[in-house]
């Protein structure tokens, strides 16, 4: 399992900074809590936006809204 330090490397702009500050709160500093309470964020987060993704795809090709039939 990845550790917030490993995921830090990834971060561009600060916003994951920010993202771990919160979810650390939302833990009450407990580590364990905080690096689950992101990874299920991440999570969420990558799989809406390749859901959206596909569904902007599908749309722009005109295609019964990305679903296959």
Do not use: C, W
């Not at 690096?35 to 795809?57: C, M, P, S």
């Amino acid at each position: 399992m990845r550790k917030i330090q490993d995921l830090k490397g990834l971060d561009e702009d600060g916003s994951f900074e920010k993202l771990v500050e919160e979810t650390r709160m939302a833990a009450d500093g407990e580590e364990p809590r905080a690096e689950q309470l992101l990874t299920e964020t991440i999570l969420k987060n990558f799989v809406r936006y390749h859901i959206d993704k596909a569904k902007k795809a599908g749309l722009n090709k005109g295609e019964n809204g990305g679903r296959q039939q």
